[in-house]
């Protein structure tokens, strides 16, 4: 049987090789988007990290070819009627127990309103170990204290979507 695994695994490399992919993100897709002040940036699928009965999180990474940002989309989140603040920078912990923090970079509502993001930027020194490790979980504030969110889904999201960024034509 664990011949046969290599087999099929020698086979999926052979293939995506020949049609010019890597296994590794052969299903990857980086969007380009221009702002309205000319800034390019890149953004990877938004994925789901978490869910229960009351909580969601999902969030992709987006660059700008020169740093790297975390977009986080919890639900719920705070009303833009309550006028919250958020201040607080973002606690991820890896599945190496390593916690590092992210520096909140920006905070907005859109689509009228009705979703919210919150922009984490990544320390440029720790890319290497979200590279290679997986995220166990992340400790976010939205105003009212943090919440941390164990990650069921995607755990692998982070890395592989900079792996993609590093892996496409444009090299980020």
Same mark, same amino acid.
């Given at each position: 049987?664990?011949?046969?695994?290599?087999?099929?695994? @020698?086979?999926? !490399?052979?293939?995506?090789?020949?049609?010019?992919?890597?296994?590794?993100?052969?299903?990857?897709?980086?969007?380009? +988007?221009?702002?309205?002040?000319?800034?390019?940036?890149?953004?990877?699928?938004?994925?789901?990290?978490?869910?229960?009965? =009351?909580?969601?999180?999902?969030?992709?990474?987006?660059?700008?070819?020169?740093?790297?940002?975390?977009?986080?989309?919890?639900?719920?989140?705070?009303?833009?009627?309550?006028?919250?603040?958020?201040?607080?920078?973002?606690?991820?912990?890896?599945?190496?127990?390593?916690?590092?923090?992210? +520096?909140?970079? =920006?905070?907005?509502?859109?689509? +009228?309103?009705?979703?919210?993001?919150?922009?984490?930027? !990544? =320390?440029?020194?720790?890319?290497?170990?979200? @590279?290679?490790?997986?995220? +166990?979980?992340?400790?976010?504030?939205?105003?009212?204290?943090?919440? &941390?969110?164990? !990650? @069921?889904?995607?755990? /692998?999201?982070?890395? /592989?979507?900079? =792996?993609?960024? $590093? &892996?496409?034509?444009? $090299?980020?």
């Amino acid at each position: 049987m664990e011949n046969v695994n290599k087999s099929m695994g @020698r086979l999926l !490399f052979l293939i995506c090789a020949l049609l010019g992919g890597n296994p590794a993100t052969a299903q990857c897709n980086v969007v380009e +988007k221009v702002l309205p002040d000319g800034t390019m940036y890149y953004h990877a699928e938004t994925l789901l990290f978490y869910k229960t009965k =009351d909580f969601q999180l999902s969030g992709n990474l987006v660059t700008d070819k020169e740093h790297y940002f975390l977009s986080l989309k919890p639900l719920p989140f705070p009303e833009k009627s309550k006028n919250i603040k958020i201040k607080s920078d973002l606690v991820i912990t890896l599945t190496n127990n390593t916690a590092y923090t992210l +520096k909140l970079f =920006d905070t907005y509502y859109y689509d +009228k309103d009705s979703s919210f993001a919150a922009v984490y930027m !990544f =320390d440029a020194k720790n890319l290497p170990d979200f @590279r290679t490790h997986e995220v +166990k979980e992340v400790k976010l504030d939205l105003g009212e204290g943090f919440n &941390n969110y164990i !990650f @069921r889904l995607h755990k /692998e999201a982070l890395r /592989e979507q900079l =792996d993609c960024f $590093k &892996n496409t034509k444009n $090299k980020f």
